[in-house]
C-alpha cells in the first residue's frame, strides 16, 4: 500500500538556524498537510496546500513557516529561524481532496531545538 | 466546528471486543464522524467514518446513535497491536480545506 514518507527522522538543530523537513506524498494525491504535536499535547493542523497554494493556515503558521512542493514529488516545511518551542514531531499527511476522504500520515520527523 | 467528548482512557483485555465511546451533540445534519488512531511513535492512521447508518470495514465498525449525538468506534477483537490514542472528529461542510482538528482522543491499553 503507497504511504506518505518523512526525512529525517529527527532533525537536531540549534535555536535560530533554519530548517526544511521533506515529504513525500502519496503520488497520485492532491492536497497535502502539515500538522505537529508537541510532546504530550495534541495534534496541531499548521498549513494545507492544494494546487501550488496554501488553502488554509492555522494561527501557528506564522510568517517564520513556508511551504513548497519544488517538484512535483517533494512536499516541504521551511522554519527561518527555529525557537525552543518549535521542538516537536511534525507530521506530514496526504488526500484526493474531499472533506471525507481519509488523510494519510508519515511516521513524522522529531524536530529538537537546542 | 462541533466538539467531540471523549474518555480519557480506557482498558481493554486482548482478544475482547472494546466500545469507544464519543459524544458531540451539537452535531450538524452535513457533519461526517471520522475515527483516526495514533500507535505509540506513529503518525495519525484513518480507522473508519460514517454519516448516519453504521459502517464496518476491516479495522473497526462504527456504531451511530440514531439521534447522531453520540456513536462508538468497535473493536470486534482487541489485540496488543490496538493500543493506541483514538480519535472522534467531525468533519463538516465549513472544512473546505478539510483540515483536521485533533482533541485528546481516548487511550486505549490493552492486557495480555
Known amino acids: ?114 | 466546528d462541533a466538539k467531540t467528548t471523549q474518555p480519557n482512557s480506557m482498558e481493554s483485555n486482548e482478544e475482547e471486543p472494546v466500545h469507544l465511546p464519543c459524544n458531540h451533540s451539537t452535531i450538524s445534519g452535513t457533519d461526517y464522524i471520522h475515527w483516526y488512531r495514533q500507535l505509540p511513535s506513529q503518525g495519525p492512521e484513518y480507522v473508519i467514518h460514517g454519516l448516519t447508518s453504521n459502517v464496518n470495514n476491516r479495522m473497526a465498525s462504527l456504531a451511530i446513535a440514531e439521534d447522531r449525538k453520540s456513536s462508538t468506534l468497535i473493536l470486534h477483537r482487541a489485540t496488543l497491536r490496538d493500543a493506541a490514542v483514538y480519535y472522534c472528529i467531525l468533519r463538516g461542510h465549513n472544512n473546505a480545506g478539510n483540515m483536521l482538528t485533533f482533541g485528546g482522543g481516548t487511550r486505549l491499553m490493552v492486557k495480555p
Open chain 1, 1 to 114: 500500500e503507497p504511504e506518505v514518507t518523512q526525512t529525517p527522522s529527527h532533525q537536531v538543530t540549534q535555536m535560530g538556524q533554519e530548517v526544511i523537513l521533506r515529504c513525500v506524498p502519496i503520488s497520485n494525491h492532491l492536497y497535502f498537510y502539515w500538522y505537529r504535536q508537541i510532546l504530550g499535547q495534541k495534534v496541531e493542523f499548521l498549513v494545507s496546500f492544494y494546487n501550488n497554494e496554501i488553502s488554509e493556515k492555522s494561527e501557528i503558521f506564522d510568517d517564520q513557516f513556508s511551504v513548497e512542493r519544488p517538484d512535483g514529488s517533494n512536499f516541504t516545511l521551511k522554519i527561518r529561524s527555529t525557537k525552543l518551542e518549535d521542538s516537536a514531531m511534525y507530521f506530514c499527511a496526504s488526500n484526493t481532496g474531499g472533506r471525507n476522504q481519509p488523510q494519510h500520515f508519515g511516521d513524522g520527523t522529531r524536530l529538537s531545538i537546542l
